[in-house]
Structures are given as structure tokens and as C-alpha cells.
């Protein structure tokens, strides 16, 4: 019985662990080398593409892309280029500019104009841009490795490169230079993780450093932004820019000075963005704004800028109708742009924008002088037939407009005219028609000197600088006198207290003119003088022909 049941308890014993194996089975080991019924199996995740070399076809894999090979300077540098006309300078930190210079314009201490704005701690011009913070501040603080440290053209190379890769992003800036001229091209792209990234590009936050003595001067005005749109040019002071404005289509869009500009000539389809730049206050405490001007590069186009003086001639000859920038007027602009070429071809044989200028004044003067005659001798007799003109006034001045007895005016004033040689139908025309005419050359002269790159620096006697004020004030308290030498000597129909009160008129002029360029001054003292002497030759000639009548008419 005891064996049977030891028999029994084995048996159970052996099915118990049995049925356990069965149910319970313990993960198969690992082997060493696959088995044909291992192809059933789900398949591993493939090796990183870092990790197996060359390119990997089939569809693209979510896996991050590899970290590029580093390209990155040992050092900060200072990278130089210099053509004819410009002197630039980058660091190669950030591929950042420092520095560009106009060789051919110097500024109140003789030096090259400097077309950077110094601001502490602001934007500055031709920094890439991603629209991700954390990239741009990276790419400002990088070590770009420059294609050379310094340039001179001609002779060696035209294009400058800025390259920089670490990690996952990589960035490149390249600036075309023109052996002569202030064109450059600029092309520039980034990319993270081999993603491009958007990538803009602004010049800003102003043009130039104006000088205390120069923002006094009349008719200055700070940077502001600028375009030619569809509707034509565009002029936006930096305060009313606003965070962001986006402009297109454009043909170009850029910051403005009053003698300087930058300007964006954008790659197709000509978008443009313009954004206002808050700024560190100034000496006086308050607060500034500045202006920037940028494009989106990328793409096989190009964007072109342009950086220098708001030469009209000179753009003219560029494309994009770039001279436009320059505010010689609409209907005025052709007769401004004749007397810009005349006034520079006096330059030419003068040597002086000082003497250019009075020459000029008198080359005008003597081409409408027939016409200022006819005003002059028109004057007098309008003069000589006041008094009685006066008579019948007060005769009918209580009479209403609309009444019969006006026509009888008419009458007895057209009689009056008659006696005096004169014609009420062409008198309006032979009084007012040499005004007309002459007036537009002399406004446009004005809009040549107010607008004209050339007399920027150029001296003349005492004068340093004719786009700036007279020094000493000589200029706009002679062109005083001379308004009220012209008053005095003009014949005029009006009355004692009218004319005390035109007497005025000279006071207010030079103390409006006090702080006008002295090129302005100049002209105006100039044209002046000249309207004083033909005046006194007219009044000369009138009186001989009047005294040379009176015996004739005796006679008779």
C-alpha cells in the first residue's frame, strides 16, 4: 500500500510540473545568428543615417538629421573691402557690419561719411535673421569664417562669403561688390537640422550720423522710411512706421536722409518690409525711433542695395528709377533736372558751387530779363494812374456788386486806361504773365539747392559747408537789405499803410532764413541784386523815354 501510494504522489507530482511548463514557458534564450523562423518577426528600427555612409534611399526618416561638419573661424577678425567709392568693414562674428564708408564725402571733421548709424546696443545692418530668437541670437555671437580678410577692387575678387555651420545649423552670407559704384548684391540662407529657414535681411536703424549743427538746419529731417510703390513714392517718418508694415509690390524700399539713403532693390515679387526700431534716448533724455528696411533672401535672385548719396544724375543712369528718391517735384522735376546738369557743368568750368551759383543767378536773371521789363514798366504806369484809379473806387464803393451802376464803373475805368495807353482785356495778361513765367525757374533753382548732393562740403568765401547755415549770418541779413531795397525802389499802387505793412515782409524772411543752407541764401541774396539793378535800369529808361516825349508833345 505505502509503495502504491509513493507510486501515486510521484505521478502527481511529475503531471503538476509538467502542466506548469506547459502553461507557464519561459522566454526563449537569444541566439546567436538568426533562423529561417526568425524572418517572422517584426524587423528592427534602421541605424541613424549618421551612422551609415552615403545616401539612403527609400522615403525620408523622421529620425533627426546628422550634426554638419563644423565651419567656424579661431578668432574674431575685422574683415575689410574697399572699391573707389566705398570703404566697408564686417566682423566676423555674426558676419556683422561694422563700418561703410563714402570715399568721395567727408563729414564735418574731414573724415569719410560714414553711412552706419552708431547706436549702442541696437540693430545692426545686414543681420541675418530667422525669426526665431534663439537662432538669430546664436548666429549674432557665431564665428563666421570669411573667404578672405580683405578685399580691394578691382583686382581681386567681387564676391565676400561668410559661411558658418556647428551642430544642426548652418549659415551663409554673400555680398556681391561692383568694382565701381555703391551696388551690392546680397544673398544669404540658413538652415537647421537641414531645413531651410526664412531668412531676412534689414538695413537700419538710420542712415548716417547727422551732427548736432547739421539736424538745425532748415529743411532737415531724421531718417525715415521710403519706397516707390504703385502709386509712386512713399514717404513714412520712422515714429508712424509702426512695429511691422510689409510692402508689395515694390520696386524698391529703403531709409532716407536728406542727403543719403539706402535703398532695396527686393528679389521677385518685390516684397519689402519696413518696421520702426525703438532706440536708446538721446543727450536730451527723450526717446527715439528708428527705422529699418529689409527683404526675404533666398532663391536663386538676389537682393541688390544700394548705399550712398541722393544724386539725381547719377542714379538716373541706375534701373529701377532709383533717382526718384531724390524729391525734385512732379511737375517741376524737368526744369530742376535741367538747372542740377547746367549748374553742374558751371561747377565744371568755375571750380567753385559758391560762384557757380551767383553765376547761374545771373545767367537766369538775364534770360528773363525782357520779361521782368515788361513787369517793371507795367508797374509804373499802374503807378501814375493810381490816384485817379483811388477816385473812382471811392466813388462807387458803397455801390452793392450786383448792381446796374457797376457796369458805369467799368466804363469810367476802362476810359481811365485808355488815357494811359493801357487796355483793361490785356492788362491782367501784360501784368501777370512775365510773374508766371519767370516764377517756376526761379522755384526750381530753389528745389536745385535744397535737394543738390553737390553742395554738401563745398565751401565758398566764409562759408565752410553751403548746405549748412552761414556762420556768421552774413548771407541772410544782406538778402534782407537787399528785399528792402527792392521794396523802396518798386512803383506801387498801394496805399501808405499797405506799404508799411509789405516793409514787414523783409523781417520775416530773414528770420526765416536765418538758419536756410547757405547755398539758399546765396541765391536768393544774388537774385536780389540782380532784380535791384535791372529795376534801376528799367526806372532809368522809362524816365529818358518819358523825358523824350514831353517836347514832342509840346511841340504839338
Known amino acids: 500500500m505505502e509503495e502504491k501510494r509513493l507510486l501515486l504522489a510521484v505521478a502527481l507530482s511529475l503531471l503538476v510540473l509538467t502542466a506548469y511548463q506547459l502553461l507557464f514557458a519561459p522566454p526563449p534564450k537569444p541566439r546567436a ?19 551609415v555612409p552615403g545616401p539612403r534611399p527609400g522615403p525620408r526618416s523622421p529620425v533627426p538629421a546628422p550634426a554638419v561638419a563644423q565651419v567656424a573661424d579661431d578668432k574674431e577678425r575685422r574683415v575689410e573691402v574697399q572699391t573707389p567709392d566705398v570703404a566697408v568693414a564686417f566682423s566676423n562674428r555674426g558676419a556683422r557690419l561694422l563700418s561703410w564708408r563714402l570715399l568721395h564725402f567727408a563729414d564735418p571733421r574731414g573724415r569719410p561719411e560714414e553711412m552706419v548709424q552708431a547706436v549702442v546696443g541696437g540693430p545692426r545692418p545686414l543681420d541675418l535673421e530667422t525669426g526665431d530668437a534663439a537662432i538669430d541670437a546664436r548666429l549674432k555671437d557665431a564665428l563666421f569664417k570669411p573667404s578672405a580678410e ?41 538652415r537647421k537640422a537641414g531645413r531651410d529657414l526664412p ?22 529731417h531724421a531718417p525715415q522710411a521710403v519706397y516707390l510703390g504703385p502709386g509712386g513714392v512713399e514717404r513714412i517718418p520712422a515714429p508712424k512706421v509702426g512695429p511691422t508694415q510689409t510692402v508689395s509690390p515694390a520696386r524698391w524700399a529703403g531709409v532716407e536722409g536728406t542727403h543719403f539713403t539706402a535703398l532695396w532693390i527686393p528679389p521677385p515679387p518685390g516684397t519689402a518690409e519696413l518696421r520702426g526700431v525703438a532706440l536708446p534716448p538721446g543727450e536730451d533724455g527723450k526717446p527715439r525711433v528708428g527705422v529699418q528696411a529689409g527683404v526675404v533672401l533666398g532663391g ?58 551767383v553765376l547761374l543767378t545771373v545767367l537766369i536773371n538775364l534770360v528773363m530779363a525782357p520779361l521782368r521789363h515788361y513787369s517793371i514798366a507795367n508797374g509804373v504806369k499802374m503807378a501814375k494812374l493810381a490816384p485817379e484809379m483811388k477816385v473812382i473806387q471811392d466813388r462807387y464803393r458803397k455801390v452793392p456788386a450786383l448792381d446796374p451802376r457797376r457796369q458805369e464803373m467799368q466804363k469810367e475805368v476802362a476810359a481811365l486806361y485808355g488815357r494811359h495807353g493801357m487796355s483793361m482785356s490785356t492788362q491782367m495778361t501784360v501784368g501777370c ?4 513765367l519767370t516764377m517756376p525757374f526761379l522755384i526750381a533753382f530753389y528745389r536745385v539747392l535744397s535737394v543738390s548732393i553737390e553742395l554738401r562740403g563745398a565751401p565758398f568765401l566764409w562759408i565752410p559747408d553751403l548746405s549748412q547755415k552761414d556762420p556768421y549770418f552774413v548771407t541772410p541779413l544782406l538778402m534782407g537789405i537787399s528785399m528792402f531795397v527792392m521794396q523802396r525802389m518798386t512803383p506801387t499802387a498801394m496805399d501808405p499803410a499797405q506799404q508799411r505793412v509789405m516793409m514787414i ?7 526765416m532764413f536765418l538758419w536756410a543752407p547757405a547755398g539758399l541764401n546765396l541765391y536768393w541774396l544774388a537774385s536780389n541784386v540782380c532784380s535791384i539793378m535791372q529795376q534801376a535800369v528799367t526806372l532809368r529808361i522809362l524816365k529818358s523815354r518819358e523825358e523824350r516825349a514831353r517836347p514832342e508833345g509840346r511841340r504839338k
Do not use: C
Not at 33 to 51: D, F, G, K, Q
Not at 199 to 220: D, H, S
Open 150 to 190: 580683405s578685399m580691394t577692387l578691382p583686382g581681386d575678387s567681387s564676391d565676400l562669403r561668410f559661411t558658418y555651420a556647428d551642430g544642426d545649423i548652418e549659415a551663409e552670407k554673400t555680398l556681391h561688390f561692383e568694382p565701381r559704384g555703391y551696388l551690392v548684391s546680397v544673398r544669404g540662407a540658413a
Open 505 to 511: 515782409m523783409p523781417l520775416m524772411f530773414v528770420g
Open 433 to 436: 504773365l512775365p510773374i508766371l
Open 199 to 220: 531668412v531676412r535681411v534689414f538695413w537700419g536703424p538710420g542712415i548716417g550720423n547727422p551732427t548736432a549743427a547739421e539736424m538745425e538746419v532748415q529743411g532737415y
Open 33 to 51: 545568428s538568426p533562423t529561417p523562423a526568425a524572418s517572422a518577426v517584426p524587423p528592427l528600427p534602421a541605424p541613424s543615417p549618421s551612422l
Open 300 to 357: 536663386d535672385a538676389p537682393a541688390t542695395l544700394y548705399v550712398g548719396p541722393k544724386d539725381y544724375l547719377m542714379l538716373s543712369k541706375l534701373d529701377h528709377d532709383l533717382q526718384r528718391v531724390v524729391p525734385v517735384g512732379e511737375w517741376i522735376g524737368p526744369i530742376v533736372v535741367a538747372l542740377m546738369a547746367l549748374l553742374r557743368w558751371v561747377h565744371g568750368h568755375v571750380g567753385n558751387y559758391g560762384w557757380s551759383i
